[in-house]
């Protein structure tokens, strides 16, 4: 791009979320914009990182400066209240995972050499897999018949 082009071209800000597109102001910078809703556009600038001191000053809190904004107040009650998505089960790994407990109980290491283990999976990973599944709110009782 010549340096005409350049200067004309100005780069357009795509703001996905409504708390911040309400109160975002398109003719300032977005260092100006994070400063006026109270974020940080740079970690490094706000937290520094320091040099190894005394033991004694490893225990010190950290101050906060400033009393929390509206913006961030907005987004910590968007957070707490953000529903968490649940993995899903494919209904083959279900399938497997319930012939596993059938014949091992909690047993991994057991279902680890097993031969119907064929992907042979650890028995940690199998541990994990066996949780997700029993903590799964999916309904498989139609692929369990079979087993």
Not at 20 to 36: A, G, I, P, V, Y
Not at 43 to 61: F, G, H, M, S, Y
């Amino acid at each position: 791009m010549g340096q005409k082009r350049k200067k004309k071209h100005k780069k357009i800000v795509k703001i996905m979320n409504s708390t911040l597109s309400k109160r975002w102001d398109h003719s300032k910078t977005l260092k100006q914009n994070f400063q006026e809703l109270g974020l940080v556009s740079d970690v490094n600038v706000a937290l520094p990182i320091q040099k190894k001191k005394k033991r004694e000053d490893d225990n010190e809190k950290m101050e906060v400066e400033k009393s929390p904004t509206d913006v961030v107040q907005e987004f910590e009650t968007l957070a707490a209240n953000e529903v968490k998505k649940e993995r899903r089960i494919a209904p083959g790994e279900a399938h497997f995972v319930w012939k596993l407990i059938q014949k091992h109980g909690e047993d991994y290491k057991a279902m680890s050499k097993d031969k119907d283990n064929y992907y042979q999976h650890t028995p940690k990973q199998l541990k994990r897999k066996c949780e997700a599944f029993l903590r799964s709110s999916q309904d498989f009782s139609e692929y369990l018949k079979d087993a």
